[in-house]
């Protein structure tokens, strides 16, 4: 399908997301990055909630929303902003959580994971990891029922992918998983990295610069930081994935969609078409963020 008119407009003032040479920023160009956001106006309205609140997870800083304004315990989801495992927030992703908790009813747990280059793989997977855990060791303190599913786009799709492998491999059962444009395979070796390489948002160049900010050391086939090489996916939770049509994550997403298939993992992937990178994050610019996340909270009401 060609680009949805939307896309076009979006990539024609953002042809790429760093707006630079990659290799021209340091960590004071990477400092100035996450400090101003450029698209906070479209990032979606602050919601007025009854109950928002700053903690910690075992150390690790956390958000937690609830819409519901009693006391009764429900389900919980896990959020992992998206960023390149370098940029983004809790705060700068405020919008898009307080969103989920009012559209599935659960109480979302914002994870402030650290960034690098300041904090190298496996850094930003082992917060994920401490996160989930301290949920099902603490239920009363999350106000949780028991249910817990994990969300995550970009590299916080990756952060959610690999905790869902970390869970069922401690014995812990996550209800679901939603990965939206997830980075799965850090070799970038799919068709759509040369399909899609220059002029759609998220460059081909940007994601390998992002994959050494996060990772210049390691193996690339580490499942860890490539869910998609997991020896075995059996067993893993229920997921939703969804992919952009004109996005260099689009196959590796699709792939593991299959992969799961084929091991009897249920699985809803949807692809929205003419779409690009970083459509979820900006309902104020991509009607399609609307129609995804509307996609994403039935599948999690229906599983939790």
Excluded at 81 to 95: E, F, I, T
Excluded at 271 to 298: K, S
């Amino acid at each position: 399908m060609p680009l949805h008119p939307q896309s076009r407009d979006y990539i024609a003032v953002h042809p790429s997301d760093l707006g630079a040479d990659p290799a021209m920023l340091d960590l004071a160009g990477i400092q100035e990055l996450r400090a101003h956001d450029g698209l906070a106006a479209q990032r979606g309205p602050l919601t007025k909630l009854p109950f928002v609140r700053d903690e910690r997870a075992e150390g690790v800083p956390i958000r937690i929303y609830r819409a519901d304004p009693g006391d009764d315990r429900l389900p919980v989801v896990v959020y992992f902003h998206g960023g390149g495992w370098v940029l983004g927030s809790v705060k700068r992703n405020d919008a898009l959580a307080r969103d989920l908790a009012i559209r599935t009813g659960a109480v979302v747990v914002s994870v402030d994971y650290r960034l690098a280059p300041e904090h190298a793989f496996p850094a930003a997977a082992d917060d994920a990891w401490t996160v989930v855990r301290d949920i099902f060791a603490r239920p009363a303190f999350y106000q949780s029922n028991g249910r817990v599913a994990v969300v995550g786009d970009s590299a916080g799709g990756n952060l959610a992918a690999v905790a869902a492998w970390q869970a069922r491999d401690a014995g812990l059962r996550l209800a679901h998983q939603v990965l939206v444009y997830p980075v799965l395979d850090a070799a970038m070796r799919t068709p759509s990295y040369t399909e899609f390489a220059k002029g759609f948002g998220l460059e081909a160049e940007e994601m390998a610069w992002f994959a050494r900010q996060y990772a210049p050391d390691a193996d690339p086939a580490d499942p860890r930081l490539s869910p998609l090489c997991l020896p075995d996916v059996a067993g893993l939770a229920p997921a939703t994935i969804v992919t952009a049509e004109y996005d260099v994550l689009r196959d590796e997403g699709e792939s593991y969609a299959r992969r799961l298939t084929d091991a009897g993992v249920p699985v809803g992937l949807r692809r929205f078409d003419g779409a690009v990178h970083n459509f979820f994050g900006l309902p104020g610019l991509f009607d399609q963020a609307g129609e995804a996340r509307d996609h994403i909270a039935g599948r999690l009401r229906e599983a939790l």
